[in-house]
């Protein structure tokens, strides 16, 4: 109803999922589900003519993996590296690329998220995640429910993986050549210090004022002073966050490595299979401490699902809009900042908040949303 009261038309897509079976073959590993969004987005454009809406202004819009495939749409316009594969599934001979892109909780760029994880949530030795064994159609339905979590506690070689993570991330954020955007250098030291680190801390920072600004009373925001650890106050407002105890407001989700498991037990190793492989690895770390004698996916299969690795397509979207909750531990706040970092730096129009006390989820946020694209496709 919300997108019907703004007159904009709804293309609600099929894709192949990981997995997906056929004749004893898995159908739809990686990279099925962008190849089939893109389809998807070639019939729009080879049909525009007698079709409502307006095959020039599609927007992608996406949570979680979904936000991750849909940046991914948003990124890759008409690249020449799916061709082979739109080829084969016979795809229109029209143009993928998109208009603009609605990213929450991208879960992308897993090549270094796993980094990325430990660099942000190291202190945190305590889990709690939910049991994706026990979650169904009815466990999931039925949110009268608890659902099943799992909690605990992480071992010392856990710990110890966590802390060869932690050090991998600051020499990936160094080469990406980060800038903000009066064009100074984000950049992080040895141990995990610097000025990209202050850069997630000041957006953390904006997210925690708005929502203290908001309070109508003193009372509510002692009761907000009170509950929060790692932020500092100046009168009125929050002017400070400390990342490492600021994270601490939670336990941790995941164990390391948070996606690429040494068990072959991710969801994302899994979307990594092939017709007759169930999972494979995708960081060489982690094919190195496999304990199933995993095999390593191919390395284009990798590359064809990260946005990062098509910041320089020249049909990529012009307008962005990005948000990660601040409350959200499914994947580091680092990810979506750097993504967000680099489609500024590539002169692109990007909305990029870290609300207060969301979690892992999307669409919580329609009057913003259909603001935004009023302001840009109208």
Same mark, same amino acid.
């Given at each position: #109803?919300?997108?019907?009261?703004h007159c904009?038309v709804?293309a609600?897509?099929g894709?192949?999922?990981?997995t997906?079976?056929?004749n004893?073959?898995y ?5 099925a589900?962008?190849?089939?969004l893109k389809?998807?987005?070639?019939y729009l ?5 007698v #079709?409502a809406g307006?095959?020039?202004?599609i927007?992608?819009n996406?949570?979680?993996a979904g $936000?991750?495939m849909?940046a991914?749409?948003?990124m ?11 080829k084969?599934? $016979?795809?229109? &001979?029209?143009?993928d690329a +998109?208009f603009?892109?609605?990213a ?5 760029n897993?090549?270094h998220? &796993?980094?990325a994880?430990?660099?942000e949530f190291h202190s945190?030795?305590d889990?709690s995640r #939910?049991? %994706? ?7 999931y339905n039925d949110r009268?429910?608890?659902m099943? %979590?799992i909690?605990g506690?992480?071992? &010392?070689e856990?710990?110890?993986i966590s802390? +060869?993570?932690k050090?991998q991330?600051p =020499?990936?954020?160094?080469a990406?050549n980060?800038?903000d955007?009066q064009?100074?250098a984000?950049t992080?030291d040895e141990?995990g210090?610097?000025?990209f ?5 000041s957006q953390?920072?904006?997210?925690a ?10 009372d509510?925001?002692k009761a907000?002073?009170?509950?929060y650890?790692?932020l ?8 400070n966050?400390?990342?490492e105890q ?5 336990k941790? %989700?995941?164990?390391?490595p948070?996606?690429?498991?040494f068990?072959?037990?991710s $969801? !994302?190793?899994?979307e ?9 690895h995708f960081?060489p770390?982690?094919?190195k401490?496999?304990t199933?004698k $995993?095999s390593m996916?191919d390395? !284009?299969?990798i590359?064809?699902l990260n946005a990062?690795?098509?910041l ?5 979207a012009?307008y962005?809009?990005?948000r990660?909750?601040y409350? =959200? ?5 680092? +990810?979506?900042?750097?993504?967000a970092?680099?489609?500024?730096m590539a002169?692109k129009?990007?909305d ?5 006390g ?7 946020d329609l009057v913003e949303?259909f603001q935004?694209i009023d302001?840009?496709a109208?």
């Amino acid at each position: #109803m919300t997108v019907l009261s703004h007159c904009y038309v709804v293309a609600s897509v099929g894709a192949r999922g990981r997995t997906l079976k056929q004749n004893d073959r898995y159908t739809g590993k990686a990279p099925a589900v962008i190849v089939d969004l893109k389809a998807a987005v070639r019939y729009l454009h080879a049909n525009d003519a007698v #079709m409502a809406g307006d095959a020039n202004k599609i927007i992608s819009n996406g949570t979680s993996a979904g $936000g991750a495939m849909s940046a991914l749409l948003g990124m890759s316009g008409d690249n020449s590296d799916y061709s082979a594969y739109l080829k084969e599934l $016979g795809a229109a &001979d029209a143009s993928d690329a +998109i208009f603009a892109v609605s990213a929450y909780c991208p879960i992308t760029n897993l090549e270094h998220a &796993d980094a990325a994880y430990e660099w942000e949530f190291h202190s945190l030795k305590d889990y709690s995640r #939910m049991d %994706m064994s026990k979650l169904n159609a009815t466990t999931y339905n039925d949110r009268s429910k608890a659902m099943a %979590m799992i909690e605990g506690t992480l071992t &010392d070689e856990q710990l110890s993986i966590s802390k +060869i993570l932690k050090t991998q991330f600051p =020499d990936y954020v160094n080469a990406l050549n980060l800038k903000d955007s009066q064009g100074n250098a984000l950049t992080l030291d040895e141990n995990g210090e610097g000025s990209f680190k202050q850069y997630l801390e000041s957006q953390l920072r904006k997210s925690a004022s708005k929502a203290f600004q908001a309070l109508g009373t003193q009372d509510a925001k002692k009761a907000f002073q009170a509950k929060y650890k790692g932020l500092s106050y100046d009168k009125n407002d929050v002017v400070n966050v400390n990342l490492e105890q600021f994270v601490t407001n939670k336990k941790r %989700m995941k164990s390391p490595p948070a996606f690429d498991a040494f068990d072959l037990s991710s $969801g !994302e190793n899994d979307e990594f299979g092939t017709e007759t492989i169930q999972a494979q690895h995708f960081t060489p770390f982690s094919l190195k401490n496999s304990t199933v004698k $995993g095999s390593m996916a191919d390395k !284009e299969t990798i590359k064809l699902l990260n946005a990062m690795n098509y910041l320089e397509n020249a049909k990529a979207a012009q307008y962005w809009r990005i948000r990660a909750g601040y409350e =959200d531990y499914d994947t580091s706040h680092a +990810i979506s900042a750097i993504l967000a970092i680099k489609l500024n730096m590539a002169g692109k129009n990007v909305d990029y908040a870290l609300p207060w006390g969301v979690p892992h989820s999307g669409d919580y946020d329609l009057v913003e949303l259909f603001q935004w694209i009023d302001s840009i496709a109208k």
